[in-house]
Nanobody, 125 residues
Framework: QVQLEESGGGSVQAGGSLRLSCVYS?????????WYWFRQAPGKEREEVAM???????LYEDSVKGRFTISQDNAKNTLYLQMSSLKPEDTAKYYC??????????????????WGQGTQVVVSS
């Protein structure tokens, strides 16, 4: 069981920056986890924003490439999402998540089993 808790959301003007944090605990020390940031805007499907595996394998959703950076500090048990050049379309509730399999959109079995409660990000134009 992995417990996750996000923080760092807020309201910002377009072009601004925010850093989201996700403190995690628990989990199996002998397993390697895929760490994710997802987001969900009102009326839209949840989408994967970024993924980090084994400290160096990183994937980003196309719309955030070059603007968002996912990172992890294992000493602090914290996952980060640095968001820059924010746009109004980035407005959503952001969730961190973890699992032992790679999430593949359209395959329900691959949805990460562990989720935080989310943190709201609002970007105004």
């Amino acid at each position: 069981q992995v417990q996750l808790e996000e923080s760092g959301g807020g309201s910002v003007q377009a072009g601004g920056s925010l850093r989201l944090s996700c403190v995690y605990s628990g989990g199996d020390p002998y397993k390697k986890y895929y760490w994710y940031w997802f987001r969900q805007a009102p009326g839209k499907e949840r989408e994967e924003v970024a993924m980090l595996y084994d400290g160096s394998t990183i994937l980003y959703e196309d719309s955030v490439k070059g603007r968002f950076t996912i990172s992890q500090d294992n000493a602090k048990n914290t996952l980060y999402l640095q968001m820059s050049s924010l746009k109004p379309e980035d407005t959503a509730k952001y969730y961190c998540a973890a699992g032992v399999t790679l999430f593949q959109r359209g395959f329900e079995w691959s949805v990460p089993p562990y989720w935080g409660q989310g943190t709201q990000v609002v970007v105004s134009s």
